[in-house]
């Protein structure tokens, strides 16, 4: 990834493409968009029960070591 990465700065990438453990998920996969994309689905889902690894939201959980799910809000 590190060598796409150089080689187009600021690209993004598709969901189906991407690598899920990248850091920066949020705006490779939905640009200047998340911000919104987050604040509507707020709308939609107030308690982020839809979920998968890079859905928008999905920071709201974190996987336990036993592979549960587990909330990351206070």
Wanted: with cysteine; charged share 20%.
């Amino acid at each position: 990834m590190p060598v796409l990465e150089a080689a187009t700065p600021g690209a993004g990438a598709y969901l189906n493409e991407g690598n899920w453990a990248q850091p920066n998920w949020q705006s490779e996969f939905y640009g200047s968009n998340y911000g919104r994309l987050r604040r509507i689905k707020a709308s939609y889902d107030p308690d982020d029960l839809l979920y998968c690894l890079t859905c928008v939201g999905s920071e709201a959980w974190a996987q336990d070591s036993d592979g549960r799910l587990c909330t990351t809000k206070s």
